[in-house]
């Protein structure tokens, strides 16, 4: 696909401008939310872990997207749920205790996640099966760029501003990217109508088991990893912002190659590396007592993230396209089934010996890692390998 074909299509334009607002918004929140946390309001690693499940709640209710849908066009549904998340984010530095956060959090989570099951939607639909991991791979690649300067900004002002500004001013940009694109229509006529229904098929099984495993590991990354630097290796929020950096310029680069890899490898090999190298990297974060090393497997942990674009390429490979937009809504949920209770369990386990989260998460990437090997099986059933 060339880039002149990808700027001439408006929902490639639509969706570029909310992920880039989501990137931001949600980099400065997840950048001073840790310090934030542990620094103001004070909370200890049992109510972290149950800010994690509560943040995964809104998640699990994605199915209701299917409903919503009934009522209000994809589209204007996106550019709301960004507008929603904004006012999460906004309000964040005004509730300094578990509460306040519990309560912002899953404000800024109904938004982000309802835009997230969108977004993916949105991308199987409008393009097709070699164009769609390019569209992730670049969209991604552009928040990843969006999330440098985000990084940039709070390394230069985090001793000048305080948290309440720099959360305000991290959840206007949502805020006004889903206003503005609540009045653009990039929708078309060409493709099909969706289901305005549940669907639940047992052919999709094996695309539902991956989803449900990536949500349950995923979730101990997100409530744990950055708590853990900030905890055990004293990270503060100017190192966190440039580890963030550090992060992100990699990924910039990374991701339009893991999109062409995808392409060219096909996802079983994909979704193999992923999931082998994560086994590694969980264990790593158990044992290591470096907060370099611990800093570098972070970075490791986010560039392999990505490559689990390649189970949303192979959905959209065997699945019937009207069943895109319910199905993206139903995998939502089931992949935060075990999201919303993972961080409580983790944050108990944390407090008997920090260890056992991680060791637990390579547990659940090995179980990712076999059920990834019937990938070509289910594509050659649907004649797609």
Known sequence: ???????????????????????????????????????????????????????????????????????????????????????????????????????????????????????????????????APIVMGRLRSLGAAANIAVGVVILAISGIFEYKELFMGAGIVAILAGIYCFFQDPSSTDIPIQHKKMIFRSKYWLFYALSFMAGARRQ????????LLVKKFDYSIQTIAALFIANNVINYFLNPIIAKSVNKYGERKVLTLEYASLVLIFISYAYTDSPIVAGFLYILDNIFFNFSMAVKTFFQKIADPKDIAPSMAVSFTINHIAAVFVPVIGGIAWMQDYRIVFLGAAVLSMFSLFMSQFVDRELKLKGKS
């Open 1 to 131: 696909m060339t880039t002149k074909n990808l700027t001439s299509r408006k929902m490639y334009i639509f969706l570029l401008i909310l992920t880039i607002a989501t990137s931001i918004s949600f980099q400065g929140w997840r950048t001073l939310l840790n310090n934030f946390a542990v620094q103001v309001a004070g909370l200890d690693g049992g109510q972290f872990g149950a800010v994690g499940s509560i943040r995964e709640i809104p998640g699990f209710l994605s199915l209701f997207v299917i409903y919503v849908l009934m009522v209000i066009n994809e589209h204007k549904l996106a550019a709301i749920s960004v507008a929603v998340m904004g006012v999460g984010i906004a309000i964040t530095g005004f509730m300094p205790s578990f509460a306040g956060i519990a309560f912002t959090t899953i404000i800024m989570s109904f938004g982000f996640h309802y835009y997230e099951t969108l977004n993916q939607s949105l991308t199987l639909q409008y393009f097709g099966y070699s164009e």
């Open 220 to 227: 101990i990354f997100v409530a744990f990893a950055v708590f």
